[in-house]
């Protein structure tokens, strides 16, 4: 047995022990009283336990690579004790004792081991110094390359374009093959000159290691998924700095609906949705919360971060980038974009539960218009994104709109999303009735006049929309234009009529927008 298996032995024993004595002082009763009583059953039940690890080699390390692997043998030995805990309940009649401290040990021990594997996950990939070492000694083996001897020194003083370390793709072919696939680098191929573009490929998760080269290249490659690297938007920031106008940025994420599908297909029924269950409360639910989400990154300290496809798309955009082309091969989705802009610099992207969206109100003034949200984070800077690639449907909404999350399907079903808009409503920046709130670049698709029209007044929390129920684009500028119209003439009655309307389309007729 080696000193890691002890180690994990001695750990297990102790958090089992741990929970069945906070069980048992949760109990309305003394621990003189309890501690005598259950002291065999507590053998039993923790001899059940570590035998139920061994044949899903639960304190095993090796080739233990993903998170999975660490978390399916947990749930496994779990339910082999729960199974043989309830045998010996129901079948044999041996426990005649608490049913809250026999499964309360039970629930807690399981939840305790998997903080406890998830800290030791954690711990062994986050060498992020052995990371920076081995991106810098990459970064030197291609000086070493150069026809012209390049020092040390030289990486952090010289603004020469000669001293850069950029190579034609055809260069880096092996290595490339070495860490991808073929398939990887043809898709590469189709946006980069094997011979003519000046490329630098890099493996880092290290925003230094992209700030300590020197001039400006035509194509940077990073090989380590986007979700390794702790500051995103830095990282994305610095390569922006270090590209020409008009110069590629490729690389790679493992989105959440990638993992999603790779747990589905991995492992049977009961277990995947169990195991789904972990990661999306853990690496999904946790970093949203403001308490919470201090924890997480501690532990992680942003190594393996969740990330959707809108996100990863949208933190791009908002650093300077426009997406040209986005596939995947196996687990990982390789992005090829290119700089359009500086970055924007955004301090307070849209992250948590609670959003605050920019629209365009009255006088053309930006309001902050309060959300629950729906969206994936960042999915608001890939409006005309979405729009370019799904155009509209029915409704006036995005076709195929992937920025939209699970839970925010629920919500927008529900009308809950939009209770925070009431908020508004107080502030003055909306009003019970009138047009919708719209973001910059729906705005802009609209007629002059109807824009020229919106501006003179106050939007509203609801639109004139659920009273009409316009299926096409213009359609929906024609029932708003009429709104305005009759609005103008009659503000109080036009604003009760439409209320009337919404009301029985949407709490009696049942009507939704798509």
Not at 304 to 329: H, T, W
Not at 394 to 422: A, N, Q
Request: some cysteine.
């Amino acid at each position: 047995m080696s000193r890691k298996t002890t180690l994990f032995y001695a750990a297990d024993i102790s958090l089992v022990t741990l929970s069945f004595l906070l069980l048992i002082w949760a109990k309305p009763a003394s621990l003189r009283v309890y501690l005598p009583q259950y002291f065999e059953p507590f053998v039993i039940f923790l001899c059940i336990w570590l035998v139920a690890s061994i044949p899903t080699k639960k304190y095993s390390v090796k080739g233990k690579e993903s998170f999975n692997d660490f978390m399916v043998p947990v749930v496994l030995s779990g339910f082999i004790t729960l199974g043989v805990v309830c045998i010996l309940i129901v079948g044999y009649n041996r426990f005649a004792y608490s049913r809250m401290i026999v499964f309360g040990t039970l629930a807690l021990s399981g939840f305790l081991e998997i903080l406890l594997f998830s800290l030791y996950y954690y711990y062994r990939k986050l060498n992020r110094s052995s990371d920076n070492f081995e991106s810098v000694m990459f970064y030197l083996k291609q000086l070493e390359t150069q026809p012209t001897s390049t020092s040390y020194v030289s990486l952090f003083e010289s603004d020469h374009e000669e001293d850069y370390p950029v190579h034609n793709l055809l260069h880096y072919r092996e290595f490339l093959l070495e860490q991808t696939s073929e398939p990887v680098y043809q898709f590469i191929c189709r946006h980069v000159e094997e011979i003519n573009d000046r490329t630098l490929v890099l493996s880092t998760t290290s925003h230094f290691v992209v700030e300590m080269t020197s001039g400006l290249s035509k194509v940077i490659i990073n090989l380590q998924p986007t979700n390794d690297i702790k500051r995103v938007n830095k990282f994305f920031e610095m390569v922006n700095t270090k590209l020409d106008v008009g110069g590629l940025f490729i690389g790679c994420v493992i989105t959440n609906e990638i993992r999603k599908a790779n747990i589905f297909r991995k492992y049977p029924w009961a277990i995947k949705h169990i195991i789904y269950s972990i990661y999306f409360i853990f690496k999904r639910i946790f970093p949203k919360l403001p308490l919470l989400k201090k924890i997480y990154f501690f532990m992680t300290n942003g190594f393996d971060r969740p990330m959707s496809k809108a996100e990863a798309i949208g933190r791009l955009y908002c650093c300077g980038f426009e997406v040209l082309e986005n596939q995947q091969f196996s687990d990982r989705l390789f992005f090829v974009a290119h700089k359009t802009t500086e970055p924007t610099f955004d301090l307070k992207p849209t992250y948590g539960p609670l959003i605050s969206l920019k629209r365009i109100g009255k006088n053309g003034k930006i309001i902050h218009v309060y959300k629950l949200r729906t969206m994936h984070p960042y999915a608001e800077y890939i409006q005309e994104y979405v729009f370019a690639k799904n155009q509209l449907q029915e409704g006036g909404k995005f076709k195929d709109d992937f920025r939209i999350s699970t839970s925010g399907r629920i919500l927008r079903k529900l009308w809950i999303d939009e209770l925070p808009m009431l908020f508004n409503m107080l502030m003055g920046d909306l009003k019970l009735v009138g047009v919708r709130p719209l973001s910059r670049h729906y705005f802009n698709l609209y007629s002059k006049e109807l824009q020229e029209r919106r501006m003179k007044h106050r939007p509203g929390l609801v639109p004139p929309f659920y009273a009409d129920m316009p299926v096409t684009l213009d359609e929906i500028m024609a029932s708003e234009l009429k709104y305005l119209a009759a609005y103008e003439k009659h503000p109080f009655r036009t604003d009760w009529i439409y209320f009337g309307k919404a009301f029985n389309n949407i709490l009696i007729k049942r009507k939704r927008s798509n």
